[in-house]
């Protein structure tokens, strides 16, 4: 019996030591969201001490991200802002707005007290996002915190997302969605993915079946999928709030609810004998802004779809998005101009760059200057002064109608044969050579590493780090050709093929390596071990008493 007591004692005391080390290993946080308005985020987890409330939180937070974040104090309260140098806009009605995760009924709220005035103890998240009063709740979540909501990932068209990373690509699924060519990139928010694919086609070439916008889940299940015309699609989709925007090679833009596919409505650019859409659009302060084959750039109201302006811009835009930045909006042309209007679409500046500008235009805000790529035998990499226009220096780099991503390095391109990795003075650092090529994709920047697809019968993924160096190529099968970007969502990357397929890859392993001793976590649990151990040595004298007795 004394024994039995003993082992009791010791499985006693070995449930304290591991009682003590979870009670040590759990911590209260909350979750962080910085969102920009422009399709750029960025989050902290802050620990959560006893008496902090939100603001506290949110400078913690700042701290930890090394954001810029100002604050002033009076009888009301602390006033947030600006964060990042962006302040309330009396002309565009920006403001940075504070919003509460509401955990039952897992939407974003705004908050009807100030910062300082809401404890921090039963917060999961909290958001400060800039954007104008009625505009919509931030697509990224507490459990999924990284959107990818339009073709180059923000307004700026950087075509690069810096928290995040994926080594090794594996494909980790892929779907036919049985609906001919897949051109355009995948977009995707709060666990759906979207993505327009071109119809199936007769013999003759012509089309057998619509286009459509497809919505899948994350495992490549398909949820919905809508008609959007018919033509060759190669334009991308916009997450705008609870909505998907998408453009169509027909000339209309056709407005989606992005969980049920119930339409919410339809634009008209016009376009239609002229290739209809083939530019994305971007959202800017509760507007569209689309640009159409027949030249004309577009605001639309994006509540209602009704039109807010027009401007003519060139005869033809083909393929060239928009990028928005301070209130001015930049497009390309296929007559060899680089065009900035201001947000109510009035004329600022027009620059010829040489050849056409099929690439979407690349906003370097730090550097106050606009990058953007041109196609035919004399291709450059021209950048340009953000508010003259005038050109601060021009590379050639041969032809490529692929838009340009922004790295920690510089500037990256990618041609028939080559990517390209350029520094911000225009000087040529590296190339990594494709082969010959149609032409592919733009890249697209993830963390440390540059994805890109080539466009050739047996098209690949090619992944290189930020010194040119190869990280991996996965080939894309069925064997087509591809145009595709690579995005960046949930922790997956996707690409799509013309043989109608998404594919989901996810970091993959070299070689599986066996865990070894060393191999231990830091925090090793030794109060676990020693409880163990305590429990061995009161069996262990619980035994040698009962033989003495015996």
């Known amino acids: 019996m004394r024994f039995l007591a003993g082992l009791i004692v010791g499985m006693m005391v070995l449930a304290t030591f591991a009682g003590t080390v979870s009670a040590a290993e759990e911590e209260d946080t909350c979750a962080v969201l910085f969102d920009f308005g422009n399709g750029r985020?960025?989050?902290?987890?802050?620990?959560?001490?006893?008496?902090?409330?939100?603001?506290?939180?949110?400078?913690?937070?700042?701290?930890?991200?090394?954001?810029d974040l100002q604050y002033s104090e009076s009888t009301f309260g602390v006033m947030v802002g600006p964060i990042e140098g962006m302040d309330y806009n009396p002309a565009t009605g920006q403001f940075w707005g504070f919003i509460i995760w509401n955990s039952t009924t897992a939407r974003w709220e705004s908050s009807m007290s100030g910062a300082d005035a809401v404890p921090a103890d039963d917060l999961e998240a909290l958001a400060w996002k800039y954007d104008a009063w009625g505009g919509p709740m931030p697509l990224a979540t507490p459990e999924h915190r990284y959107p990818w909501a339009s073709f180059r990932?923000?307004?700026?068209?950087?075509?690069?997302?810096?928290?995040?990373?994926?080594?090794?690509?594996?494909?980790?699924?892929?779907?036919?969605?049985?609906?001919?060519?897949?051109?355009?990139?995948?977009?995707?928010?709060?666990?759906?993915?979207?993505?327009?694919?071109?119809?199936?086609?007769?013999?003759?070439?012509?089309?057998?079946?619509?286009?459509?916008?497809?919505?899948?889940?994350?495992?490549?299940?398909?949820?919905?999928?809508?008609?959007?015309?018919?033509?060759?699609?190669?334009?991308?989709?916009?997450?705008?709030g609870e909505m998907v925007i998408a453009p169509s090679a027909d000339g209309k833009l056709y407005a989606f609810d992005a969980a049920d596919g119930e339409e919410v409505w339809t634009f008209d650019t016009g376009s239609a004998s002229t290739f209809g859409i083939t530019s994305s659009p971007v959202a800017y302060v509760n507007s569209i802004i689309v640009a159409a084959g027949n030249g004309k750039m577009f605001s639309i109201n994006a509540a209602d779809g009704a039109e807010n302006w027009n401007v003519t811009?060139?005869?033809?835009?083909?393929?060239?998005?928009?990028?928005?930045?301070?209130?001015?909006?930049?497009?390309?042309?296929?007559?060899?101009?680089?065009?900035?209007?201001?947000?109510?679409?009035?004329?600022?500046?027009?620059?010829?760059v040489g050849g056409k500008v099929r690439a979407s235009p690349l906003v370097d805000a730090d550097n106050d200057r606009v990058i953007v790529t041109s196609s035919g035998a004399n291709g450059n990499m021209t950048a340009l002064n953000f508010t003259t226009g005038a050109i601060d220096w021009q590379t050639h780099i041969g032809g490529t109608s692929a838009s340009a991503a922004l790295s920690s390095v510089g500037y990256v391109a990618a041609t028939a044969t080559d990517i390209i990795m350029m520094d911000l003075d225009g000087d040529k650092l590296w190339n990594y050579s494709l082969g010959e090529t149609f032409g592919g994709g733009a890249p697209t920047v993830v963390g440390d590493t540059i994805f890109a697809v080539t466009n050739e019968e047996s098209s690949r993924l090619v992944a290189v780090d930020l010194t040119g160096k190869m990280v991996k190529e996965v080939v894309l099968e069925p064997a087509n050709y591809a145009m595709c970007a690579p995005t960046f969502i949930d922790g997956f990357l996707f690409v799509t093929s013309n043989n109608g397929y998404v594919y989901a890859l996810s970091t993959g392993s070299e070689e599986i390596i066996t865990p070894g001793p060393e191999d231990a976590p830091e925090e090793f649990p030794w109060l676990l071990l020693g409880g163990i151990a305590a429990v061995i040595f009161i069996v262990a004298v619980g035994l040698m008493y009962w033989r003495k007795k015996a």
């Open 41 to 67: 985020v960025m989050w902290a987890d802050v620990p959560v001490t006893e008496d902090m409330n939100a603001f506290n939180v949110t400078a913690e937070a700042a701290d930890m991200l090394d954001i």
């Open 313 to 352: 811009v060139s005869q033809t835009i083909y393929s060239s998005s928009p990028a928005i930045h301070e209130g001015v909006i930049f497009i390309g042309d296929d007559s060899g101009n680089v065009s900035a209007y201001a947000d109510d679409g009035s004329y600022l500046w027009s620059t010829t």
């Open 153 to 240: 990932y923000d307004a700026m068209n950087a075509g690069s997302q810096e928290f995040g990373n994926i080594d090794h690509p594996a494909l980790n699924w892929s779907k036919d969605l049985g609906n001919g060519a897949i051109s355009s990139s995948v977009i995707g928010a709060n666990g759906l993915l979207y993505v327009i694919t071109g119809g199936l086609l007769n013999e003759d070439w012509s089309f057998a079946s619509n286009s459509s916008l497809f919505c899948l889940d994350t495992t490549g299940k398909i949820v919905w999928n809508k008609d959007v015309g018919t033509g060759f699609q190669v334009a991308t989709p916009l997450l705008y």
